[in-house]
Nanobody
């Protein structure tokens, strides 16, 4: 059974930091591209970041560039998202998504493997 389980979300003040983790199982993690996607209240899905299978290539949405860092540990089947300098507009449910190729369109729950999400709330 394919599973992606996000953790690490919570409530943080603006300017604070959180590190999200996504533990994967049931598929060959090391050959998959991993993404972080988020959905703010009342909004659609927004792609945040992705990392290629080997971990050497990373990409970020302009809205998080310079503040977030994606990484992966293939030995642990885990992908991370380090979030610094958090802003209220970062408030969202954050999902871990895997796709066979980093070129795949993943802003659809029908595409790739999705976790259940973890809530991040940035508020004073």
């Amino acid at each position: 059974e394919v599973q992606l389980v996000e953790s690490g979300g919570g409530l943080v003040q603006p300017g604070g930091s959180l590190r999200l983790s996504c533990a994967a199982s049931g598929f060959t993690f090391s050959i998959y591209c991993l993404h972080w996607v988020r959905q703010a209240p009342g909004k659609g899905l927004e792609w945040v970041s992705k990392i290629n299978s080997g971990g050497g290539l990373t990409y970020y949405a302009d809205s998080v560039k310079g503040r977030f860092t994606i990484s992966r540990d293939n030995a642990r089947n885990t992908v991370y998202l380090q979030m610094n300098s958090l802003k209220p507009e970062d408030t969202a449910v954050y999902y871990c998504v895997s796709s066979r190729y980093c070129s795949d369109y993943i802003l659809s729950r029908k595409v790739g493997y999705w976790g259940q999400g973890t809530q991040v709330t940035v508020s004073s």
